[in-house]
């Protein structure tokens, strides 16, 4: 029977994964490979679940309606100098990327005595559909942040889309609790929860 | 051009305008005719010599846009796809200058535009997506002996030369009241472009930069876009997505016939699908009952916004209309509504809409449109109409309900209709449109027709 037979192949596949593992972790340090002995079982479940990999268009990775984007960019002679000052003054509010309404977070990290910045997103939907929207709706937020950056082009440049992309690293692996759960629909949600709340008190 | 009549009740602009006319191509700025009739031409060039001898022959009967708000009983374009330019000896260098979905054509780029399913190239008509189309004429016309007269012209040119294929011929319109293959008047609203001689529609909004839709002027960032180059090549030029859907009348009708039992049900349940009545009359102007006489004046039936309706209670969220042109809609995400919009061609072929008609037999009758989609960087925006404003909701509230009209439906699927005290959700929706083939082409400009028909090798 063809399902006997896939379920075979599943498992077969199962087991190589095992054994490249062992592989991988034959000269790895004694309390890794006692852990890998424990944990075997586990790390079985896991394997048998279906692959989720997806691309976010361009570059970056996605799972359902979720993508990220992770950049590591050199910064310009005393562009780090500045972004520090204007997150600082910002104390941490980005209360404008709200308008955005697809970021879900973002996090800046200056590396390397403030010579690079790692910046990392979580987005909805696809990789470049919004940035034109950007250049005629907020070109001065993204100016003012950006221009820190070594080589950026500026907003307004063709070569603009280009520029993002050199600078991202696709995420090796990336874990989403709730894939298809967009800003938008996480609004609404919260929205919806706090109504039915008002609902039972009144007739609770 | 064979005639140009002298008056028109458009909306001449005092001023001048300030595209150069004369260089577009007519089907970029003309509106389609009432009545129309025309044709799509595709044709394959199997030898580069014979595709510029082709385009010699034709390019003077190419029409411009010059004076288009004027009634004009037929016209002429011309575009080349990729594979066209390739094969008609365009230089590697201005080839390497057009975007790449452009070159990589429509059918490669099915992920991004969300062509899968039954919308997927593998099931599109054989002709398309191989790479084989390379020439696209459009003819346009207010009567059918004009129409036959300028289709009997080009295909003496083309029939004669020995290194032209004909790929297809789809001949289109000669609706009854024009009405399109779900029976409803369509075309309605176009975006109004800044500098074209026309000033906008009342409703229409303010105009858009020419350079979102024609390729060398400022578009909406106050920059050109990227030019095909050289300059001769790209400038007055634009792109067009080509789209043939086939209508699913007996599903479409199914639909209808299972969520109204009464006629007027039925029409009003058709009207929340679109926005509009049949007639062309919209919902927001006309929330209870059709008006027909306000569906047929172009001077009203696009005067609104969605000022008063908030809640959808009149135009629901997912409507058609309210997808394709959010006006004042309250979007989830940061959006410039101005620069996603499309100058849209629907041309209507096959059999009239038959509101008797459910049978899955029904379904399958050739009838339906095909669009062709204007802007200067049509291919970036229909991935984004596509991904975004068709087969998703977020983008208006609505999580992953899908346009009515042209999106692509899953198991499930359905469509809410927003209403006091709760909200109606309508089950059972299918595609009622399914597409059955595309390509992306370059409208070049008059100038650059002839500089490709002179190119040498």
Same mark, same amino acid.
């Given at each position: 029977?063809?399902?006997?037979?896939?379920?075979?192949?599943?498992?077969?596949?199962?087991?190589?994964?095992?054994?490249?593992?062992?592989?991988?972790?034959?000269?790895?340090?004694?309390?890794?490979?006692?852990?890998?002995?424990?944990?075997?079982?586990?790390?079985?479940?896991?394997?048998?679940?279906?692959?989720?990999?997806?691309?976010?268009?361009?570059?970056?990775?996605?799972?359902?309606?979720?993508?990220?984007?992770?950049?590591?960019?050199?910064?310009?002679?005393?562009?780090?100098?500045?972004?520090?000052?204007?997150?600082?003054?910002?104390?941490?509010?980005?209360?404008?990327?709200?308008?955005?309404?697809?970021?879900?977070?973002?996090?800046?990290?200056?590396?390397?005595?403030?010579?690079?910045?790692?910046?990392?997103?979580?987005?909805?939907?696809?990789?470049?559909?919004?940035?034109?929207?950007?250049?005629?709706?907020?070109?001065?937020?993204?100016?003012?942040?950006?221009?820190?950056?070594?080589?950026?082009?500026?907003?307004?440049?063709?070569?603009?889309?280009?520029?993002?992309?050199?600078?991202?690293?696709?995420?090796?692996?990336?874990?989403?609790?709730?894939?298809?759960?967009?800003?938008?629909?996480?609004?609404?949600?919260?929205?919806?929860?706090?109504?039915?709340?008002?609902?039972?008190?009144?007739?609770? | 051009?064979?005639?140009?009549?002298?008056?028109?009740?458009?909306?001449?602009?005092?001023?001048?305008?300030?595209?150069?006319?004369?260089?577009?191509?007519?089907?970029?700025?003309?509106?389609?005719?009432?009545?129309?009739?025309?044709?799509?031409?595709?044709?394959?060039?199997?030898?580069?010599?014979?595709?510029?001898?082709?385009?010699?022959?034709?390019?003077?009967?190419?029409?411009?846009?010059?004076?288009?708000?004027?009634?004009?009983?037929?016209?002429?374009?011309?575009?080349?796809?990729?594979?066209?330019?390739?094969?008609?000896?365009?230089?590697?260098?201005?080839?390497?200058?057009?975007?790449?979905?452009?070159?990589?054509?429509?059918?490669?780029?099915?992920?991004?535009?969300?062509?899968?399913?039954?919308?997927?190239?593998?099931?599109?008509?054989?002709?398309?997506?191989?790479?084989?189309?390379?020439?696209?004429?459009?003819?346009?016309?207010?009567?059918?002996?004009?129409?036959?007269?300028?289709?009997?012209?080009?295909?003496?040119?083309?029939?004669? +030369?020995?290194?032209?294929?004909? !790929?297809?011929?789809?001949?289109? /319109? =000669?609706? &009854?009241?024009?009405? $399109?293959?779900?029976? %409803?008047?369509?075309?309605?609203?176009?975006?109004?472009?800044?500098?074209?001689?026309?000033?906008?529609?009342?409703?229409?909004?303010?105009?858009?930069?020419?350079?979102?839709?024609?390729?060398?002027?400022?578009?909406?960032?106050?920059?050109?876009?990227?030019?095909?180059?050289?300059?001769?090549?790209?400038?007055?030029?634009?792109?067009?997505?080509?789209?043939?859907?086939?209508?699913?009348?007996?599903?479409?009708?199914?639909?209808?016939?299972?969520?109204?039992?009464?006629?007027?049900?039925?029409?009003?349940?058709?009207?929340?699908?679109?926005?509009?009545?049949?007639?062309?009359?919209? +919902?927001?102007?006309?929330?209870? !009952?059709?008006?027909?006489?306000? /569906? =047929?004046? &172009?001077?009203?039936? $696009?005067?609104?916004? %969605?000022?008063?309706?908030?809640?959808?209670?009149?135009?629901?969220?997912?409507?058609?209309?309210?997808?394709?042109?959010?006006?004042?809609?309250?979007?989830?995400?940061?959006?410039?509504?101005?620069?996603?919009?499309?100058?849209?061609?629907?041309?209507?072929?096959?059999?009239?809409?038959?509101?008797?008609?459910?049978?899955?037999?029904?379904?399958?009758?050739?009838?339906?449109?095909?669009?062709?989609?204007?802007?200067?960087?049509?291919?970036?925006?229909?991935?984004?109409?596509?991904?975004?404003?068709?087969?998703?909701?977020?983008?208006?509230?609505?999580?992953?309900?899908?346009?009515?009209?042209?999106?692509?439906?899953?198991?499930?699927?359905?469509?809410?209709?927003?209403?006091?005290?709760?909200?109606?959700?309508?089950?059972?929706?299918?595609?009622?449109?399914?597409?059955?083939?595309?390509?992306?082409?370059?409208?070049?400009?008059?100038?650059?027709?002839?500089?490709?028909?002179?190119?040498?090798?």
């Amino acid at each position: 029977m063809a399902t006997l037979e896939q379920t075979r192949t599943r498992q077969d596949h199962i087991a190589e994964k095992i054994k490249k593992v062992q592989e991988l972790y034959a000269d790895a340090p004694e309390v890794g490979r006692t852990a890998l002995k424990n944990g075997l079982e586990a790390l079985k479940r896991e394997l048998a679940a279906a692959p989720v990999r997806q691309s976010a268009g361009r570059i970056g990775a996605r799972r359902g309606k979720v993508s990220e984007l992770t950049a590591i960019v050199p910064l310009a002679p005393g562009g780090g100098k500045r972004i520090r000052g204007l997150l600082d003054v910002l104390e941490g509010n980005f209360k404008g990327a709200d308008l955005v309404g697809t970021l879900h977070d973002m996090r800046f990290v200056l590396l390397d005595n403030d010579t690079k910045l790692l910046f990392a997103t979580t987005y909805d939907g696809e990789w470049d559909a919004y940035i034109d929207d950007f250049v005629t709706k907020i070109p001065n937020s993204m100016d003012i942040l950006f221009c820190n950056c070594e080589g950026w082009p500026g907003i307004h440049s063709p070569k603009v889309k280009d520029y993002i992309a050199k600078t991202q690293y696709t995420a090796d692996a990336w874990y989403v609790a709730s894939p298809n759960l967009t800003v938008a629909e996480a609004w609404r949600l919260e929205k919806v929860g706090k109504a039915v709340d008002e609902l039972l008190d009144k007739i609770g | 051009m064979l005639s140009v009549k002298e008056s028109s009740d458009a909306n001449v602009s005092t001023q001048a305008p300030m595209l150069d006319l004369h260089e577009i191509q007519a089907t970029v700025l003309r509106l389609r005719p009432a009545p129309y009739f025309g044709s799509h031409v595709l044709l394959r060039i199997d030898e580069a010599q014979a595709g510029r001898e082709l385009l010699r022959r034709l390019t003077p009967h190419v029409d411009s846009a010059a004076n288009w708000w004027r009634p004009a009983s037929a016209w002429l374009s011309l575009a080349i796809s990729y594979a066209g330019l390739e094969a008609i000896g365009v230089q590697q260098n201005s080839l390497q200058s057009f975007p790449e979905a452009f070159r990589v054509g429509m059918a490669a780029r099915s992920r991004q535009l969300r062509d899968e399913g039954v919308n997927d190239p593998e099931n599109w008509e054989p002709l398309f997506g191989k790479g084989e189309i390379h020439i696209g004429l459009n003819a346009f016309s207010d009567s059918k002996e004009k129409w036959q007269r300028i289709v009997e012209m080009a295909r003496g040119q083309y029939q004669s +030369l020995s290194g032209i294929g004909v !790929v297809n011929v789809q001949d289109f /319109g =000669a609706q &009854p009241d024009d009405l $399109n293959s779900l029976g %409803y008047k369509d075309g309605i609203d176009q975006p109004p472009i800044e500098g074209s001689g026309v000033d906008p529609l009342p409703g229409q909004g303010r105009p858009i930069k020419a350079g979102e839709f024609i390729l060398g002027y400022p578009g909406e960032a106050g920059v050109p876009l990227p030019m095909p180059q050289p300059d001769i090549l790209g400038r007055n030029g634009t792109y067009v997505g080509y789209r043939k859907y086939q209508s699913r009348v007996g599903a479409f009708n199914r639909f209808l016939r299972a969520n109204g039992s009464t006629e007027e049900e039925r029409e009003l349940l058709a009207a929340k699908l679109v926005g509009r009545w049949r007639s062309g009359a919209p +919902l927001t102007l006309a929330p209870d !009952v059709d008006n027909p006489a306000l /569906g =047929a004046d &172009p001077k009203r039936n $696009n005067d609104f916004n %969605y000022a008063n309706d908030t809640h959808g209670r009149q135009v629901p969220f997912g409507a058609h209309i309210r997808r394709m042109n959010p006006r004042d809609t309250q979007l989830t995400r940061l959006t410039d509504v101005n620069i996603h919009r499309v100058i849209r061609r629907g041309t209507t072929y096959g059999k009239p809409y038959d509101p008797n008609a459910f049978s899955q037999e029904d379904d399958e009758v050739p009838r339906g449109a095909i669009f062709l989609f204007i802007s200067a960087k049509a291919m970036a925006t229909m991935e984004f109409l596509q991904q975004e404003w068709i087969d998703e909701g977020n983008f208006i509230g609505i999580g992953s309900e899908r346009d009515p009209i042209i999106g692509r439906q899953e198991e499930g699927a359905v469509f809410t209709i927003p209403k006091e005290p709760v909200r109606r959700r309508v089950h059972g929706i299918e595609t009622f449109n399914v597409l059955r083939g595309g390509e992306y082409f370059f409208m070049p400009s008059i100038s650059a027709l002839k500089w490709v028909a002179s190119l040498s090798g």
